[in-house]
């Protein structure tokens, strides 16, 4: 019976060690997220920072606000985008992990033998997206540029997917062509 006892209150251990690991994680990343915004309010004081459902979304042209509709849920929206890891508080061409804009490739010295992947994809801002991606989309319009930043929490969570390591933040440059709300 002690011997159960004792296991057990091992095992209610480990459980809040691998907690306060996971928390410490994600508040190191939340850290690099910040500072990474801080640096480029910086260098361009007219960004824009909307904190939204675990993303950091920061604008960085001014687009007026009837010019186009804000994209919601459920919109299908084109874009071209970069999906960095987010290991420090600046972003690396070597931590690209995905792209469909050809000089962030080239920047990156990705060799590619078939270039039709440097066009504009279209997707749903639903479930089907990585969450912190789908909150950060949410509010922007047609014409903007922004980065979307989020700590693995909103990303993959402890899930490796393709050359993303598990609990990795992600930043997403991201560039607006056009917003469908009739889908």
Request: charged content about 20%; proline content about 4%; hydrophobic content about 40%.
């Amino acid at each position: 019976m002690t011997k159960r006892i004792l296991i057990a209150l091992a095992l209610v251990a480990l459980s809040a060690c691998g907690k306060q690991s996971l928390k410490t994680t994600y508040d190191k990343q939340t850290t690099y997220i910040e500072n990474f915004v801080a640096a480029r309010q910086k260098e361009s004081p007219d960004a824009v920072l909307v904190r939204q459902d675990g993303a950091y979304r920061l604008t960085l042209n001014d687009i007026p606000e009837e010019s186009s509709p804000a994209l919601e849920r459920g919109h299908r929206v084109r874009l071209n985008y970069g999906c960095f890891t987010l290991t420090s508080a600046t972003l690396s061409s070597t931590n690209l992990v995905s792209t469909n804009i050809k000089d962030l490739a080239t920047q990156a010295k990705w060799t590619l033998s078939d270039e039709s992947i440097f066009q504009p994809v279209t997707v749903t801002v639903d479930d089907s997206l990585v969450p912190g991606l789908a909150s950060g989309l949410v509010g922007m319009q047609a014409g903007e540029e922004a980065y979307i930043l989020f700590t693995g929490e909103f990303g993959y969570g402890n899930s490796e997917r393709g050359t993303i390591p598990a609990l990795s933040a992600l930043a997403y440059y991201v560039q607006i062509e056009a917003i469908d709300p009739n889908e």
